[in-house]
């Protein structure tokens, strides 16, 4: 099993628009939603390939419900969504009391050019990183490789990712950061 650590993960809003410009108004055409965040993604393509994945890092609120529910259906694309792809993700995602991020991309149907907004993310208070470390121990134990990825929501610290580090390479699991 491969394991994706994806601390601030995301729902990603896509909204078509046939023409964005600054300062008006838009009607939005096609509507996409996914759960994201770079961790979330690498576990997509990994599924695709045939790899069994497990997802962890946090999740709360309303979105983070939408996200959950998202990742244990069928993707939209087909690709890396369990029961659909080659090989299953599977979620370990710890609850948190803040609510998830959304990032909306924005395109321009004419250009093809894309606006992104990317919310901060929720607080991660001191007793849900413990949390998170614990259930990251664990997971560890059947973990074949450990890809870190991504931003850090705020409440984490700057030496979060060395901090994960240490236990993999410690029990001998190679990691990407």
């Known amino acids: ?13 896509t909204y078509d628009v046939p023409k964005l410009v600054p300062h008006t108004s838009h009607r939005v055409g096609d509507i996409s ?14 599924s ?4 069994e ?3 962890t890092g946090f999740a709360g ?6 996200l959950r529910e998202l990742l244990a259906g069928p993707s939209p694309d087909g690709a890396g969504a369990p029961g659909t792809a080659p090989a299953p993700i599977t979620d370990a995602l710890v609850t948190v009391a803040g ?3 959304r990032t909306i991309a924005v395109v321009d149907r004419t250009t093809g050019d894309t606006t992104q907004l990317n919310e ?6 001191a007793d849900e990183w413990t949390a998170f470390l614990g259930r990251y121990e664990e997971l560890l134990a059947g973990a074949d490789a450990v890809a870190l990825c991504g931003s ?12 994960l580090v240490r236990p993999a390479r410690a029990a001998g699991v190679p990691v990407l950061l």
């Open 152 to 163: 850090l929501p705020p409440g984490i610290h700057v030496g979060a990712y060395a901090e």
């Open 61 to 66: 609120g309303s979105t983070g419900a939408v």
């Open 1 to 13: 099993m491969i394991l994706t650590v994806t601390l601030n993960t995301a729902l990603d809003l």
């Open 53 to 55: 994945t497990t997802v």
């Open 48 to 51: 695709a390939l045939g790899h």
């Open 120 to 125: 901060p993310g929720p607080l991660v208070t």
């Open 33 to 46: 939603e996914r759960p994201g965040g770079k961790g979330l993604n690498v576990a997509r393509v990994l």
């Open 99 to 101: 609510n998830t991020r």
